[in-house]
């Protein structure tokens, strides 16, 4: 009976604070060691379970670490975007430059004043230009897809935490309901105040029947 009241307290204590979801608790108010629950001694390994595998989600365990990875990638990976766009924005007013003198001595060429050959390295020169300007953005291009792939990671590692804590949460309520049906079948309450009066003598270990009366209470007045 003792047991089964200090498991009742703390699951009451820990559905308290997960609802505002508090669960450090879990760390400064640990599941007490109860051998003897007797019936519920089933339900409350299930429950060790589900707690061993919620304290994961601590900032101690696996998934905060993980969580902290992904975020530091991710800022890793803007930082990266932040410098591409930089040499995009560069590369285009070089290319913009290179465009121009093209242009310019593509009309010495056509009044003869260079030869076609010397214009052909000058067009060399825009084509190389314009292959740099498509690898950086097909590099733009890839950050983007694996920044798209650590955010739906984070996400998917944040759905994994919510379900865990639901799941916890779930078994915290089911516990609560087995240790109130165990009290309202194996514990006697009196429903106020008062001093307990026999109905008949019991001695220790007597069987007794469901619905027998044991005791009166007669209340101070």
């Known amino acids: 009976y003792h047991e089964v009241i200090k498991l009742q ?11 505002n979801n508090n669960y450090d608790i879990l760390i400064s108010y640990p599941l007490p060691e109860l ?9 409350y390994q299930s429950l060790q379970n589900e707690l061993a595998e919620t304290k ?6 696996y998934y905060e670490k993980k969580k902290l990875s992904l975020e ?7 930082d990266l975007k932040s410098n591409s766009l930089q040499q995009q924005q560069l ?6 430059l290179q465009d121009t003198e093209y242009k310019a001595y593509e ?11 010397e214009l052909n390295q000058y067009k060399s020169k825009v084509i190389a230009k ?9 590099q733009i291009t890839n950050n983007d897809i694996s920044s798209h792939g650590k955010e739906k990671e984070l996400l998917d590692l944040k759905k994994q935490v919510i379900d865990e804590q639901q799941k916890f949460h779930s078994a915290l309520l089911e516990l609560k309901s087995d240790i109130e049906k165990w009290i309202q079948q194996y514990v006697l309450t009196a429903p106020e105040e008062g001093k307990m009066l026999f109905v008949s003598s019991l001695q220790e270990n007597e069987m007794i029947s469901n619905g027998q009366g044991l005791f009166y209470v007669q209340p101070q007045q």
């Open 91 to 96: 590369l285009r007013k070089d290319k913009q």
């Open 9 to 19: 307290q703390w699951v009451d204590t820990i559905i308290r604070s997960t609802e």
């Open 56 to 61: 994961q989600t601590l900032s101690t365990g």
């Open 72 to 78: 530091e990638d991710l800022n890793y990976l803007s």
């Open 35 to 43: 051998p003897d629950l007797g019936e519920l001694q089933t339900n």
């Open 130 to 138: 314009e292959q740099s300007l498509e690898q950086l953005n097909v």
């Open 107 to 117: 009309s010495l060429a056509k009044d003869k004043v260079i030869a076609p050959l």
